[in-house]
């Protein structure tokens, strides 16, 4: 069972990227799939997550400039992320959890995201 995150990289402040989680080795289609990040001696902060209906959730640090969606035949997840800003520089992490359970079960490696400003 694997989650790998992809499409980090550098970009300017104002720019956009599109971050991707593709799983393997199982059907994550009924989990709720999250994006989490860490910068640089802080704790990790969750970003925000979706359920298997499309129901999105977002850290108020966010709301507006990302969007999560998801390609349950794919078995993927997307974080795109628009306006970025010098603040949201950090490791971005996907991962799954069952629907009404606390804990993520699954996570991927992370993918760097750098914004300058």
């Known amino acids: 069972v694997q989650l790998q995150a992809s499409g980090g990289g550098l970009v300017q402040a104002g720019g956009s990227l599109r971050l991707t989680c593709a799983a393997s080795g199982r059907s994550f289609s009924n989990h709720i799939m999250g994006w989490f990040r860490q910068a640089p001696g802080m704790e990790r902060e969750f970003v925000g997550d979706?359920?298997?209906?499309?129901?999105?959730s977002y850290a108020d640090s966010v709301k507006g400039r990302f969007t999560i969606s998801r390609d349950n035949a794919k078995n993927t997840v997307y974080l795109e992320m628009n306006s970025l800003k010098p603040e949201d520089t950090a490791v971005y992490y996907c991962a799954a959890k069952l629907p009404y359970t606390d804990n993520y079960d699954f996570w991927g490696q992370g993918t760097q995201v750098t914004v300058s400003s």
């Open positions: 979706i359920n298997r209906s499309g129901y999105t």
